[in-house]
């Protein structure tokens, strides 16, 4: 399955958008922030469909709760 967040410099200058969208991740995060609903934000924002901001909060989940590698050496060791 393609990812749901992109960042291609041709885009928005590069600020990490929802695929097939003009629309930063950074604008559904302050929607959700801001305590608006996902349906809220949908109907703002109409090219972006339900299921697609529902993987890019997974994806974004899962970069914030993946493993912290950068106090690892290239090897795997931890310093």
């Known amino acids: 399955m393609p990812r749901?967040?992109?960042?291609d410099p041709?885009?928005?200058?590069?600020?990490?958008?929802l695929r097939g969208t003009?629309?930063?991740?950074?604008?559904?995060?302050?929607y959700l922030e801001g305590g608006e609903t996902i349906?809220?934000?949908l109907q703002r924002f109409p090219t972006v469909f339900r299921d697609l901001a529902l993987?890019?909060?997974?994806?974004?989940?899962?970069l914030l709760l993946a493993p912290d590698t950068?106090?690892?050496y290239d090897d795997g060791?931890?310093?």
Do not use: C, N
Not at 4 to 7: C, D, E, H, K, V
Not at 22 to 30: E, G, I, K, S
Not at 55 to 62: F, G, M, N, S, T
């Open 10 to 17: 041709e885009i928005m200058h590069g600020v990490p958008v």
């Open 70 to 72: 950068s106090s690892r």
């Open 4 to 7: 749901a967040i992109i960042r």
């Open 55 to 62: 993987q890019a909060l997974e994806e974004a989940k899962l």
């Open 22 to 30: 003009r629309v930063p991740v950074q604008t559904l995060l302050d």
């Open 77 to 79: 060791s931890v310093p």
């Open 39 to 41: 349906e809220e934000f």
